[in-house]
């Protein structure tokens, strides 16, 4: 058997896992743990039973964050962007000359940090360059999030998963969870915020379509939010992260203000699929 191997320099970050072959099925996970070659954990020994009951003749194990941890409460508070950066690098290289068939395998683990959803969406952005097609194993959970490895049946079959639909409903989840610092009028990262948003469809390039006032009044449609339907919610929203794009700060004096929290929270409320509070 050939391996397939790649770490860092003091080997606190795992990159990629694998074996060498014709078919491989590509595994993300969340975090990579203690496991090398020929020293796998009970997680891959997993990947590699439903790999073989798949019909493929290798497996290569990718991760959202590459940081070894054992624990996922282990894992950097605040995402290493080096890390990040050479971990993309890696994935790109498998995708771009496997073209494979992807296997979903974060479980609930990825609302650990908020970051790792963002991680995740870069990875699928590469996915999408080369046509790779996604699965999961094992029923989902009640919030969507694919099933980890561990626990299944080795004779498992893998089923098309709908990964554009999973990211909208695990970023409307990660919006929401910035509620609870917006009580507190502290916001983590504005930047990962506004990508959720977008990836969520918070966003209306129409916004001003479903506005009560023309132009857009801010502070008018605010009066009236407790009024508002959920396309008027979403256009007061995407008008909040304008204001920025013109007026630099704006977004910070909504937030002092209480206004930005106030518009989640009545879009939360008009939001018709189920949400988790599980985020930090």
């Given at each position: ?230 396309k008027s919610t979403r256009a007061l929203l995407t008008a909040f992260m304008r204001e920025e794009d013109f007026v630099n ?32």
């Amino acid at each position: 058997m050939s391996w397939i191997y790649e770490k860092n320099d003091d080997n606190t970050g795992r990159y990629v896992l694998g074996t060498v072959g014709e078919k491989p099925l590509i595994c993300i996970g969340v975090n990579p743990s203690t496991a090398e070659p020929d020293m796998l954990d009970n997680t891959l020994e997993s990947v590699v039973r439903i790999s073989e009951a798949n019909g493929f003749d290798s497996w290569i194990m990718l991760n959202v964050y590459p940081q070894r941890a054992t624990d996922p409460e282990d894992m950097h508070d605040k995402r290493d962007n080096e890390l990040v950066c050479e971990n993309l690098l890696h994935i790109e290289n498998i995708m771009k000359n496997k073209q494979p068939a992807i296997w979903a395998a974060w479980g609930t683990v990825i609302t650990k940090r908020p970051y790792l959803l963002n991680c995740l969406y870069q990875i699928v952005d590469i996915s999408k360059k080369y046509d790779c097609k996604w699965y999961n194993a094992g029923q989902v959970s009640k919030l969507g999030h694919p099933h980890h490895p561990l626990y299944l049946k080795k004779t498992e079959k893998l089923k098309e998963f709908d990964i554009e639909e999973y990211i909208k409903k695990a970023s409307a989840e990660l919006v929401f969870s910035y509620i609870k610092g917006l009580k507190n009028n502290s916001l983590s990262n504005k930047a990962d915020l506004r990508e959720s948003l977008y990836k969520a469809n918070f966003m209306d390039k129409n916004h001003d379509k479903y506005s009560n006032t023309r132009p857009i009044d801010v502070d008018a449609e605010l009066r009236t939010l407790k009024k508002a339907d959920y396309k008027s919610t979403r256009a007061l929203l995407t008008a909040f992260m304008r204001e920025e794009d013109f007026v630099n700060g704006a977004i910070n004096r909504r937030i002092e203000n209480g206004d930005l929290l106030s518009v989640l929270k009545q879009l939360k409320k008009l939001y018709k699929e189920p949400i988790g509070e599980i985020y930090r």
